[in-house]
């Protein structure tokens, strides 16, 4: 079955730290990449995706490639915020799968 | 204008007692979604809905029942609750259950506490 394997957290970074958050998944056929972002108290929502090997996701600085030959999604942002602190999640979905299948979430602290 | 509304946003209840949850999108998206965050953050799909028709029921408690009164519509009812079903409640929309292309919109999550 489908799966997803994400870094574990907690990660903390200080302001303006390059961020890397491993993703690595198991899939049939060529399932969609997500990433979802939970700021605390709040629901998840749609950070980027890609739906193809080799696309590139991007949104608010973040990025993420389809690596299908390392079965990869790892999400980049070159310089953190404080406000990015949040918990990450990365998820797929096959075709004609009826759900998506997240990962475990990495928590990421930003310091000033 | 939220497109995934949920409520209560918070709910204390006694153990043993029934409660229910309910969730409304306006996003015209075909297929909902209940999901249970635990204490650690971790998702797990609870039930699906496409167009008012149960898709997917994973290993839940038949104290847990959901409805579909109609596409915008999926509500969560809970009976004699337990301790152990203390956790946060997600509602979640997307536009096709069938392509993979489509993310979900989640709504803002409802707490659950039974004391």
């Known amino acids: 079955g489908d799966s997803v394997t994400q870094m574990e957290g907690p990660v903390t970074l200080s302001e303006e730290a390059f961020l890397t958050i491993n993703c690595t998944y198991t899939?049939?056929?060529?399932?969609?990449l997500f990433w979802y972002v939970q700021y605390p108290g709040e629901g998840l929502q749609l950070l980027l995706k890609?739906?193809?090997?080799?696309d590139k996701g991007s949104n608010k600085g973040f990025e993420a490639t389809y690596r299908k030959e390392t079965t990869s999604f790892h999400l980049e942002k070159g310089s953190v915020q404080v406000s990015d602190s949040a918990v990450y999640f990365c998820a797929l979905r096959s075709t004609n799968a009826g759900k998506s299948t997240f990962g475990d979430g990495t928590t990421l602290t930003v310091k000033p | 204008d939220t497109a995934v509304s949920q409520t209560p946003k918070y709910l204390v209840t006694q153990m043993g007692n029934d409660k229910s949850i309910k969730c409304e999108q306006n996003?015209?998206?075909?297929?909902m979604y209940w999901y249970k965050q635990d204490s650690k953050k971790f998702l797990k799909i609870m039930f699906s809905?496409?167009?008012?028709?149960?898709?997917i029921n994973e290993t839940v408690p038949n104290r847990f029942s959901p409805k579909s009164p109609d596409k915008a519509h999926l509500n969560l009812h809970i009976n004699s609750l337990e301790l152990g079903d203390s956790a946060v409640y997600f509602c979640?929309?997307?536009?096709?259950?069938?392509?993979?292309?489509?993310?979900?919109?989640f709504g803002s999550g409802t707490r659950l506490t039974v004391v």
């Open positions: 899939a049939t056929g060529y399932p969609s």
């Open positions: 890609a739906t193809k090997a080799d």
């Open positions: 809905y496409n167009n008012k028709e149960l898709i």
């Open positions: 996003l015209g998206h075909d297929t």
């Open positions: 979640a929309s997307s536009q096709d259950n069938r392509g993979g292309n489509y993310g979900y919109t």
